[in-house]
C-alpha cells in the first residue's frame, strides 16, 4: 500500500483512517484505510455516491461520531501536527467553531426551531472570544453576527438574526450555517452537502460565497458533495470515495477529464451534459456493497465492466500513476507510470 503523500505543511493530514460502527446485525467497516491532506487555502472535493463514507469521514474529524456504536479502529488525523484522536474531550471542543468550522446537512432541519438564527451565531463568537480570551458585551457581538450575515449576501441582515428557522427559506437558513460555521474565524471549513435541496439559482450563489471565503480568507475548505458540478465549480483537488474507501485522487482538471478509475469514470457519464440531448445518460448498475458482508477483492468489482479475476480475489490501494495522482485499481485508464 502506497503510503501517504502529506506535506510538513498541510493543516489537516488523516492517514490510514479506519472506522467501524458496531450494530445488532455486525461490524460496519464504514471508513477503510483514509489517506487524505488538505494545506492552507486550499479547496479539497470528496465526491462519491450517498453512502460512501463522506459524511462519516467529516464527523470523524472533529469526533462528532457516536461514541457507543462507532469504534476507531487505526489511523490518525492529525490537525496541525496534533492527533485529534489523542486529545482530550476539552482541547476537541477548542478545536471545534474555532479552529475547524463545520456545515452540515440538510438546512432545512438542522436549525432548532424554538432559537433565533442569531442565537447560533452568537453562542459560536462567544465560544471563539472564551477560546481566545477575549471579552466583549453582547452588542458588539450582534453587531459582528450581523456583519457576518451581510457578507453572506441576505439582503435584511438584521432582520435574518431576530428570525426563526421557521420564517426564513432553506437559501437563507444556509447561509445562517455557513456564518455560524465561520464565525469562530476557522482555518479548515468542512462543508457536508451544502448545497442539498437547494434550487439551482441558490446553489450558484452559496457556491459563489464558497469561492469569496478562501479567496478573502486565506480558509481551507473540505467540501462534501455527490455533485461533481458543485465539485467541479469550487474545488483545486478531488478525492473519489466508494464503499468507505478513496479510489482516486488528484487534481480537478486531471480526474475529470481523464478519470482512471472506471467508478469515476461512471460518475462522470452519468451527469447530463448541456448541448448534448442526443447523448443517452449513462448509469452504473449495481449498488455500494453490504458493509455487513464486504467482497474478498475490488470493493467496485461487482459492478465493473472491466473487472478480471484478480479484481475478485485481491483488493486494490491506492498507487501514484503520475502527475501527483493516485488511483486504487489494478488496471486505472490513462496511467503514466
Same mark, same amino acid.
Given at each position: 500500500m502506497t503510503g501517504p503523500m502529506h506535506q510538513s505543511s498541510d493543516l489537516l493530514a488523516v492517514d490510514g483512517l479506519s472506522v467501524d460502527f458496531r450494530t445488532f446485525d455486525g461490524t460496519l467497516n464504514v471508513l477503510d484505510g483514509i489517506n487524505l491532506s488538505i494545506g492552507a487555502g486550499e479547496t479539497v472535493g470528496i465526491v462519491g455516491e450517498s453512502g460512501c463514507g463522506k459524511s462519516v469521514l467529516a464527523k470523524s474529524i472533529l469526533g462528532l461520531l457516536p461514541p457507543r456504536t462507532a469504534h476507531y479502529r487505526a489511523g490518525a488525523i492529525n490537525w496541525q501536527g496534533e492527533n485529534l484522536l489523542k486529545v482530550k474531550r476539552g482541547r476537541l471542543r477548542q478545536v471545534r467553531g474555532a479552529e475547524i468550522g463545520m456545515v452540515f446537512q440538510d438546512p432545512m432541519t438542522f436549525l432548532d426551531p424554538l432559537y433565533t438564527a442569531g442565537s447560533y451565531l452568537l453562542e459560536a463568537i462567544n465560544h471563539r472570544d472564551q477560546i481566545d480570551g477575549r471579552t466583549s458585551v453582547r452588542h458588539d457581538r450582534r453587531k459582528e453576527a450581523i456583519d457576518l450575515l451581510g457578507r453572506l449576501q441576505l439582503a435584511d441582515p438584521e432582520r435574518t438574526f431576530d428570525s426563526y428557522p421557521g420564517q426564513l427559506s432553506g437559501g437563507m437558513r444556509q447561509r445562517v450555517l455557513i456564518a455560524a460555521a465561520i464565525?469562530?474565524?476557522? *482555518?479548515?471549513?468542512? !462543508?457536508?452537502?451544502?448545497?442539498?435541496?437547494?434550487?439551482?439559482?441558490?446553489? !450558484?450563489?452559496?457556491?459563489?460565497?464558497?469561492?469569496?471565503?478562501? *479567496?478573502?480568507?486565506?480558509?481551507?475548505?473540505?467540501?462534501?458533495?455527490?455533485?461533481?458540478?458543485?465539485?467541479?465549480?469550487?474545488?483545486?483537488?478531488?478525492?473519489?470515495?466508494?464503499a468507505g474507501t478513496i479510489v482516486e485522487s488528484g487534481s480537478k482538471r486531471d480526474v475529470l477529464s481523464a478519470p482512471a478509475h472506471p467508478y469515476t469514470k461512471g460518475l462522470i457519464e452519468a451527469v447530463p451534459r448541456l448541448g448534448y440531448p442526443q447523448k443517452p445518460i449513462k448509469g452504473m448498475s449495481g449498488q455500494i456493497p453490504n458493509l455487513l458482508d464486504l467482497p474478498k477483492g475490488c470493493r467496485?468489482?461487482?459492478?465493473?465492466?472491466?473487472?478480471?479475476?484478480?479484481?475478485?480475489?485481491?483488493?486494490?490501494?491506492?498507487?501514484?500513476?503520475?502527475?501527483g495522482r493516485q488511483v486504487a485499481c489494478f488496471f486505472p485508464e490513462h496511467a503514466d507510470g
Open positions: 464565525a469562530g474565524n476557522p *482555518k479548515l471549513l468542512i !462543508a457536508d452537502e451544502p448545497t442539498t435541496a437547494l434550487d439551482v439559482t441558490v446553489q !450558484a450563489q452559496i457556491l459563489h460565497i464558497f469561492a469569496n471565503l478562501v *479567496k478573502s480568507a486565506g480558509m481551507s475548505v473540505m467540501l462534501i458533495s455527490h455533485d461533481l458540478g458543485v465539485i467541479a465549480s469550487v474545488c483545486q483537488r478531488i478525492l473519489v470515495m466508494y467496485f468489482a461487482a459492478r465493473c465492466p472491466h473487472a478480471a479475476a484478480q479484481c475478485h480475489n485481491e483488493q486494490p490501494r491506492l498507487r501514484p500513476i503520475g502527475d
